[in-house]
C-alpha cells in the first residue's frame, strides 16, 4: 500500500467546474437484496468532468452502487439519471445509458475466446455499427492509449492481470463513452502492475473524463478525486474534498476506517 | 539498510537449463510404465495372458478362418466346420443393408459390374454423395464460403434429398418411405435428429433461463417432459397413437413421424447439456456484454454461445452419438433402418449357417462404430482447436 501511495503522489490534476452540467444525479436511491437493505437514501449528483473516489470497508455497498449506474444491479426506490436519462425497468433506455457508460471489473471479464482487438470492436460494430476497419482503428488508437497495440492479435489468456485491465479499459473507450465506472480496477492485481493501470487511469482522468472509481488506492484518490465519498453500511457516510477527506476526517467511522487503512 | 545485516543477495542470474533426460530406452519405459510394482508386474502378466488367450481366437473368427466373398462361395462354405465369420454373406446382402428396398433403376439393374451396382441406385448414392461433398467443407476448419456452404447444407440440401429419394417430380419414379432402408434411413434419422436438436436444444436451455415466466415454465415443461419418457414410447406413440387422435383420412408419414419423434427427445437431453454450459460461464462475461451495450441476443450470440458451447463440446458429442445409436430402435415401430434390414436379412436362407446372424450383427456394430468413432475424434479436434487456451485460471 505505501510503496503506492509514494509513486502517485505526483502533481495534482486540475478540478472539474463545479457548475458543469450533470453527469449522474442520484435521488434518495434504495436497494434491497431481499430483504437486506444494501443501499439506504443515497444521494450523489456527479458534474460532467468530476472524479469520484469511492471508499470503504468490504460489504459497505460501493460496488453495489456503481453498479446500479449501468443497471447491472436494479435499484428499488429513488431515481437515478444518467447523462439526462432515468433508469427504469425500460431495456431501451438502459441499452441507451450502458452505451455512454463504460465499465472496468475486478476481474477484466475479457471475452476469452476473442482476440484483444476482436474484445475492442465487438461492441462498436454490434452496438454502434461501425464499420469494421474503422473500429480496428480506434481499438488500435485506444491500444497505443494503454500502451499495449502489439499484443492486438493475441487472446487474453496470453497477457498479464495489468495488461488484461488495461485492455479491460481500452475496450470500455472504444465505444467513446461520456462516463467511466471502475469497480475496483486493480484488487486483483498482483503488486507489480497496480501502477501501470493506475497511470492509464490518472491519464483518463487528465483528459477530462468523468469517473467513478471505487478503489482502496488511497494514494489515486489523493492524485486524482475531486471528492471522497465514504460509504459504510450501505449509506454515504461523508463526501469529501481529497485534502480535507485524509487530513481532516469529520465522522467518526471515517476516522476509524482512515486509521485502518493509512498505517 | 546495513550491508552486514544482509543475510543474502544474490549475485549472478541463473541462466536456463534444459529439463533432465528421464527415458532410459526401451527398458526403462517398460520398467517404469509395466513392471514398476509387484502389483503392476502381476497386472501387466495377466494382461498379455489375456492377450495370448483372446487374439488368436478373435484373429480366427474375424479374419483366419472367416469366409470371405469371392467367385462361388456359398452357404455351403459359411456351413464347413470351424468356419468363421460369414462376410461372403454380408457383401452378398450389402444394397439390401445400405438401400433397403429402395427400387433399383431399371436400365442399370440388368447391367453387370460394379458401375452398374453403383448406377441401379444412382438416387440414394447421388444423395449420399452430394451429402458428403457439402459436410465435408462444412466442418473442415480452415476452408472459406462457410456461410454459403451452410446454407446449401441445411436449406437446400434436405429440400434435394427429399425430392431425389420421394421422387414423383421431374420424371422420377415416386418411391414411398416405407421402401427406404438401411443405412441411408439410418444416417436421414440421425442427421436429421443432430441438426434439428441442437439449435432447439440452444433454444430451449436460453428459455429455460430466461426471465420472463411464461417462457420459462414452457421451456421447463417441455424439457421436462420428454426427457421422462423413453425414446421407445415416444416411438410407439407416434406410429400407433398419434394416427388415432388424426381426423379420418389425414395421415402423417411414419417416418416423418418417427423423425419428429427423435429430435424432439433429443433436443430436450440437448437443452440440459447446453444448459451446464450457461451455467459454467462465470456471470462476469454477462455483466461484461451488458455493460457494453450489447442487448440479450447480441451478448448471446457473440459472447456467451461461442463459450458455453465450447464447453460443452464433449456432452454435446456425447448426445449426438447416443442419438445416432438409438435410431436403431426405430426398428420397433417398423421403419427400416441399418438394423432392422440386418435382422431381416439374418434369417434369410441362403445363407443360413451357424454364424450368419453373429457376422450381421457384427457388420451393424462396425458401422455404428465407425460413425461414432469418428463424430468422437471430430470432436476432440475441435476441441483443441478452438481451446484459445492459456487462461481459465
Known amino acids: 500500500m505505501s510503496s503506492q501511495t509514494q509513486q502517485t503522489k505526483a502533481k495534482k490534476i486540475k478540478r472539474a467546474d463545479s457548475d458543469a452540467e450533470i453527469a449522474i444525479d442520484i435521488?434518495?436511491?434504495?436497494?434491497?437484496?431481499?430483504?437486506f437493505h444494501v443501499l439506504r437514501d443515497i444521494n450523489l449528483r456527479v458534474r460532467k468532468g468530476e472524479r469520484i473516489v469511492v471508499a470503504g470497508p468490504s460489504g459497505s455497498g460501493k460496488s453495489t452502487l456503481i453498479r446500479c449506474i449501468n443497471r447491472l444491479e436494479e435499484h428499488q426506490q429513488g431515481q437515478i439519471i444518467v447523462d439526462g436519462v432515468e433508469l427504469t425497468s425500460d431495456l431501451k433506455r438502459i441499452d441507451e445509458v450502458r452505451r455512454e457508460v463504460g465499465m472496468v471489473f475486478q476481474h477484466?471479464?475479457?471475452?476469452?475466446?476473442?482476440t484483444i482487438m476482436e474484445n475492442c470492436t465487438l461492441a462498436p460494430m454490434w452496438v454502434r455499427g461501425v464499420p469494421k476497419a474503422e473500429a480496428e482503428e480506434t481499438a488500435m488508437h485506444y491500444l497505443e492509449r494503454v500502451k499495449i497495440p502489439e499484443q492486438a492479435q493475441k487472446y487474453p489468456g496470453q497477457l498479464s492481470g495489468g495488461q488484461q485491465q488495461r485492455v479491460a479499459i481500452a475496450r470500455s473507450l472504444c465505444m467513446n463513452p461520456q462516463i467511466m465506472l471502475f469497480d475496483e480496477p486493480t484488487s486483483a492485481l498482483d503488486p507489480e502492475m497496480i501502477k501501470e493501470v493506475l497511470d492509464v487511469m490518472v491519464s483518463l482522468a487528465e483528459d477530462g473524463m468523468t469517473m467513478i472509481v471505487v478503489t482502496h488506492e488511497m494514494g489515486f484518490a489523493r492524485q486524482v478525486a475531486d471528492k471522497v465519498v465514504f460509504m459504510d453500511q450501505g449509506q454515504i457516510i461523508e463526501v469529501n474534498e481529497p485534502e480535507e477527506f485524509f487530513s481532516n476526517p469529520q465522522h467518526e467511522r471515517t476516522?476509524?476506517?482512515l486509521s485502518q487503512i493509512l498505517h | 539498510m546495513a550491508k552486514n545485516n544482509t543475510i543474502y543477495v544474490r549475485e549472478e542470474i541463473i541462466a536456463e537449463k534444459p529439463a533432465p533426460n528421464l527415458s532410459k530406452g526401451i527398458v526403462g519405459w517398460l520398467r517404469e510404465n509395466l513392471f514398476s510394482s509387484v502389483l503392476n508386474s502381476i497386472l501387466t502378466v495377466i494382461g498379455v495372458a489375456f492377450l495370448i488367450w483372446v487374439v488368436p481366437i478373435l484373429y480366427g473368427f474375424l479374419i483366419g478362418n472367416a469366409v470371405w466373398p469371392g467367385e462361388g462361395v456359398t452357404k455351403a462354405d459359411c456351413q464347413a466346420p470351424g468356419a468363421g465369420a460369414c462376410w461372403a454373406y454380408i457383401e452378398d446382402?450389402?444394397?439390401?443393408?445400405i438401400y433397403g428396398f429402395f427400387p433399383q433403376d431399371a436400365y442399370w439393374a440388368t447391367q453387370e459390374g460394379f458401375f452398374a451396382?453403383?448406377?441401379?441406385?444412382w438416387r440414394v448414392n447421388a444423395v449420399f454423395l452430394v451429402g458428403i461433398l457439402l459436410i465435408v467443407p462444412l466442418m473442415w476448419p480452415d476452408l472459406p464460403y462457410k456461410g454459403i456452404n451452410a446454407i446449401l447444407f441445411f436449406a437446400v440440401y434436405p429440400v434435394f434429398v427429399y425430392f431425389m429419394l420421394t421422387g414423383g417430380v421431374f420424371g422420377l419414379e415416386e418411391v414411398p418411405t416405407v421402401k427406404w432402408g438401411g443405412l441411408t434411413v439410418t444416417l436421414i434419422i440421425g442427421l436429421v435428429g443432430i441438426v434439428v436438436s441442437l439449435p432447439l436444444g440452444i433454444i430451449l436451455a436460453l428459455g429455460r433461463q430466461s426471465k420472463m415466466p411464461i417462457i420459462k415454465s414452457i421451456c421447463i415443461m417441455f424439457i421436462e417432459v420428454w426427457r421422462a419418457v423413453p425414446l421407445i414410447s415416444v416411438l410407439f406413440m407416434?406410429?400407433?397413437?398419434?394416427?388415432?387422435?388424426m381426423p379420418v383420412g389425414m395421415s402423417v408419414d411414419k417416418l416423418l413421424r418417427a423423425l419428429i419423434g427423435v429430435s424432439l427427445f433429443s433436443s430436450a437431453y440437448m437443452a440440459e447439456v447446453v444448459r451446464g454450459g450457461l451455467q459454467a460461464l462465470p456471470k462476469g462475461q454477462f455483466e461484461a456484454a451488458a455493460s457494453l451495450g450489447l442487448n440479450y441476443w447480441k451478448s448471446m450470440f457473440f459472447i456467451i454461445l461461442p463459450q458455453a458451447l465450447k464447453h460443452v463440446i464433449p456432452g454435446i458429442v456425447n448426445s449426438f452419438i447416443a442419438l445416432f445409436k438409438d435410431t436403431s430402435l426405430v426398428a420397433i415401430v417398423g421403419i427400416f433402418d441399418l438394423l432392422k434390414t440386418v435382422l431381416v436379412a439374418n434369417l434369410n436362407l441362403d445363407w443360413a449357417s451357424k454364424n450368419q446372424a453373429i457376422t450381421g450383427y457384427l457388420f451393424a456394430a462396425m458401422v455404428f462404430w465407425v460413425f461414432c468413432y469418428g463424430m468422437s475424434r471430430y470432436s476432440l479436434m475441435m476441441e483443441r482447436r478452438l481451446d484459445t487456451g492459456h487462461r481459465d485460471k
Do not use: C, Q, T
Not at chain 1, 27 to 35: A, E, L, R, V
Not at chain 2, 93 to 97: G, Q
Not at chain 2, 238 to 245: H, I, T
Open chain 1, 27 to 35: 435521488i434518495d436511491m434504495n436497494k434491497w437484496f431481499g430483504d
Open chain 1, 108 to 114: 477484466f471479464n475479457l471475452f476469452p475466446h476473442l
Open chain 1, 255 to 257: 476516522k476509524e476506517f
Open chain 2, 93 to 97: 446382402r450389402m444394397s439390401f443393408f
Open chain 2, 117 to 121: 451396382s453403383i448406377m441401379a441406385y
Open chain 2, 238 to 245: 407416434a406410429s400407433v397413437m398419434l394416427p388415432l387422435f
